[in-house]
């Protein structure tokens, strides 16, 4: 059975229109660019999300930062916050289950900032946090 599955960060209306049916949000905001779009759009107008996740940005932050140590991959916090509710959903689903996602940004364009230890502290991120202290996100 193939299941649609919505990743969005705090702040974005994805996720309350998947949810609730409105894109209504007051529950915080994000510092990722280009993902949770304030409206409904063509291409998503009668989707069927099967799960919504909201994605906080440390969580996406540090799967961004894994797999460039990891796995050598130099990716932008959309694609963080995807990977983190890939991860969310396989933990759920359990084991047997094929899960994919999609890397949707490069980290080229974030160097002044995801990639920026000044400015990630000013904005109360840690690349370096485990990746196990954010699984249970």
Same mark, same amino acid.
């Given at each position: 059975?193939i299941e649609?599955v919505?990743?969005?960060?705090?702040?974005a209306?994805?996720w309350?229109w998947?949810?609730n049916?409105?894109l209504?949000?007051n529950?915080?905001d994000?510092?990722a660019?280009?993902?949770?779009?304030g409206?409904?759009t063509?291409n998503?107008? @009668?989707i069927? +999300?099967?799960r =919504?996740? $909201?994605v906080p940005?440390? &969580? !996406?932050?540090?799967?961004?930062?894994?797999?460039?140590?990891?796995?050598?991959l130099?990716?932008g916090?959309?694609? @963080?916050?995807? +990977?983190?509710? =890939?991860? $969310?959903?396989?933990?759920? &689903? !359990?084991?047997?289950?094929t899960v994919?996602?999609?890397l949707?940004?490069?980290?080229h364009?974030?160097?002044?900032?995801?990639f920026n230890?000044?400015?990630l502290?000013s904005?109360?991120l840690d690349p370096?946090?485990?990746?196990?202290?954010?699984l249970?996100r």
């Amino acid at each position: 059975k193939i299941e649609i599955v919505c990743a969005d960060p705090y702040g974005a209306a994805m996720w309350s229109w998947f949810t609730n049916g409105n894109l209504e949000t007051n529950d915080g905001d994000s510092i990722a660019e280009g993902i949770g779009q304030g409206r409904v759009t063509k291409n998503i107008e @009668g989707i069927k +999300v099967d799960r =919504a996740y $909201r994605v906080p940005d440390q &969580s !996406g932050l540090t799967i961004v930062y894994q797999l460039l140590r990891e796995e050598g991959l130099f990716l932008g916090l959309s694609s @963080g916050i995807n +990977v983190a509710g =890939a991860v $969310r959903f396989a933990k759920e &689903s !359990g084991p047997g289950q094929t899960v994919v996602t999609v890397l949707c940004d490069s980290g080229h364009k974030y160097q002044s900032t995801l990639f920026n230890r000044d400015w990630l502290e000013s904005n109360h991120l840690d690349p370096d946090l485990p990746l196990e202290s954010i699984l249970g996100r």
